[in-house]
C-alpha cells in the first residue's frame, strides 16, 4: 500500500542553520506530495505542496521538489529560526478511488538561539 | 486560522462512556476528514466524508462513527470508550475531492479517557 517515510527526529539544529528533513514515499501512478507543519498546541497546517514531477513548492523559505526518479520529497530551508520549531510531516494523497492523505510519522524540529 | 472549527477543546470521560466531536469545515468546503493523532500510531485516518455522503473509510473502529449533516458540518461518535482511545482528534476539510486539493485542519479535540 501507500506509504510516506520521513527521517526520524528530533533533527536539532541553531538558527541560522541549513535544514534537510528527508521524505521518501510508495505509491503507485502519481500522487500529489505535501509538507504539513504543526506547532505545539495547534493543528496541521499545509506549508507547500507539488502536484507533479519536477514540481517544486515552497513557502515561508521552505521549499521542496517532487522527485519521481529518487520517489522523495525533501524539505529544505536556508536558514532557520527559532519559530521554525515544529513537527513537520510529509504526506501523500493519490489521485482517483480511495485518496486519504497519507501521512509520515513526522519529523520535530528545535531551534536553539 | 485555517477557518476548520473543532468543538470542543479538551474532553475528559471514563471508560465505557460516549462522546460526539463536532466539527464545522471552512466556508466553502464539502470533504469532511476526521484524523486520530496518538504517540503510538501517528496521525491515523478514519473516515472522510463528500457532502453529505461516506467517502472513504480508514482505521475506523465499529464502535465510532460519524455523519455529516445537511449544513456540512459533521460529528464524529466514540462509544464504549477505552483508555487506548485516548488521543487528538482532527477534523479537516477540503473543497474537493482531489488529489492536489489541500486539507486545513482544525485545532483538534483533545481527549483523555480515565
Known amino acids: 500500500g501507500d506509504s510516506v517515510t520521513q527521517m526520524e527526529g528530533p533533527v536539532t539544529l541553531s538558527e541560522e542553520a541549513f535544514l534537510t528533513i528527508n521524505c521518501t514515499y510508495t505509491a503507485t501512478g502519481y500522487p500529489s506530495l505535501f509538507w504539513y507543519v504543526q506547532y505545539p498546541g495547534e493543528g496541521l497546517q499545509l506549508l507547500l505542496k507539488a502536484t507533479k514531477a519536477d514540481d517544486k513548492g515552497s513557502n515561508k523559505g521552505f521549499e521542496a521538489t517532487y522527485r519521481k526518479e529518487t520517489t522523495s520529497f525533501h524539505l529544505e530551508k536556508g536558514s532557520v529560526q527559532v519559530s521554525d520549531s515544529a513537527v513537520y510531516f510529509c504526506?501523500?494523497?493519490?489521485?482517483?478511488?480511495?485518496?486519504?492523505?497519507?501521512f509520515g510519522a513526522g519529523t520535530r524540529l528545535a531551534v536553539h538561539p | 486560522d485555517s477557518g476548520v472549527t473543532q468543538t470542543p477543546k479538551h474532553l475528559i470521560t471514563a471508560t465505557g462512556q460516549r462522546v460526539t466531536l463536532r466539527c464545522s469545515p471552512r466556508s466553502g468546503d464539502l470533504s469532511v476528514y476526521w484524523y486520530q493523532q496518538s504517540l503510538d500510531q501517528g496521525l491515523q485516518f478514519l473516515i472522510q466524508y463528500y457532502n453529505g455522503e461516506e467517502r472513504a473509510k480508514g482505521n475506523i473502529l465499529e464502535r465510532f462513527s460519524a455523519q455529516q449533516f445537511p449544513d456540512l458540518h459533521s460529528e464524529l461518535n466514540l462509544s464504549s470508550l477505552e483508555l487506548g482511545d485516548s488521543a487528538l482528534y482532527f477534523c479537516?476539510?477540503?473543497?474537493?475531492?482531489?488529489?492536489?486539493?489541500?486539507?486545513?485542519f482544525g485545532n483538534g479535540t483533545r481527549l483523555t479517557v480515565t
Open positions: 504526506a501523500l494523497r493519490r489521485s482517483g478511488g480511495y485518496n486519504k492523505l497519507i
Open positions: 479537516a476539510s477540503s473543497v474537493g475531492d482531489t488529489a492536489n486539493s489541500p486539507l486545513h
